[in-house]
Structures are given as structure tokens and as C-alpha cells.
């Protein structure tokens, strides 16, 4: 019974791997690039979510036919996927200023790694560059 369970779910184990990933992604590693690419995995795993929680088994397009106020008929709606489709193209263009603000970075400190960054603010020097 409990394996049944956890098969007929199986979609929901692999939103939740998909977070994990994405989320462990953004908070190890220290490249910018790094943590966008976790942070597009995190929202796809969102994605999957909300159009698993929208699929309703057996569920028929909401679109009027002749069987209309038939009681047996039943209608899936329609509004996650419209919703998804939304945030997919968010998605995007927030990838692209993401990634638009990272090559930005990269011009005015020379690098996308995030302590470099955080040294050169403070005004250390590289340990690399160190001695002379």
C-alpha cells in the first residue's frame, strides 16, 4: 500500500529533489552564474508543482459540447497552466537581467566569484595577487 502511495506521487518526489537541488546549488557555491542556474532550477521545480497540483484525473478540457450539464463530466481547470505560463516568461526575463547584471559585474571587478567580490569591496587584496 505504501509503495502504491509513493509511486502514484512519484511527480511530487521529483518536485521535491528539484528543490533541493536548485536550493543547494544557490547556497554552496559562490559563482553568480552558479547560483542563477540554481536559482532556474529551484523555479522550475515551482512550475512542476503547480501543474501537478492543477492535473485532475480523468478531467476533460472546460469547453462546451453536447454532453453540456452532463453531471458525469469532469472539468479541469484551466488557470494553473495559464498562471505557469505567466511565470515561465518571468522566469526568463528575469534570467536575462540576471545574467545581463552578472556580465556587468564582470566588467567593473574582473570576476563573477562572490568573496572576490565581497574582498575588492572591502578593499583586501586577492590572496592570489598577494606578495610581490
Do not use: C
Not at 505504501?2 to 509511486?7: F, I, K, N
Not at 553568480?32 to 492543477?54: A, C, E, P, R
Not at 478531467?59 to 515561465?88: E, R
Request: no cysteine; glycine share 12%; proline share 4%.
Amino acid at each position: 500500500m505504501t509503495l502504491d502511495l509513493l509511486l502514484t506521487h512519484y511527480n511530487y518526489w521529483v518536485v521535491i529533489f528539484l528543490m533541493m537541488v536548485g536550493f543547494y546549488i544557490l547556497i554552496s557555491r559562490g559563482n553568480l552564474i552558479k547560483k542563477i542556474v540554481g536559482l532556474n532550477v529551484f523555479q522550475t521545480s515551482v512550475f512542476m508543482l503547480y501543474i501537478s497540483l492543477g492535473k485532475i484525473t480523468e478531467g476533460t478540457p472546460p469547453i462546451l459540447v453536447d454532453g453540456y450539464g452532463d453531471a458525469d463530466v469532469v472539468y479541469s481547470n484551466p488557470l494553473p497552466h495559464v498562471l505557469i505560463l505567466t511565470a515561465i516568461v518571468v522566469g526568463i526575463a528575469t534570467t536575462s537581467v540576471g545574467l545581463a547584471l552578472a556580465v556587468r559585474i564582470k566588467e567593473a571587478y574582473g570576476t563573477l566569484e562572490e568573496d572576490e567580490i565581497t574582498g575588492i569591496e572591502a578593499g583586501i587584496e586577492p590572496a592570489g595577487e598577494a606578495g610581490g
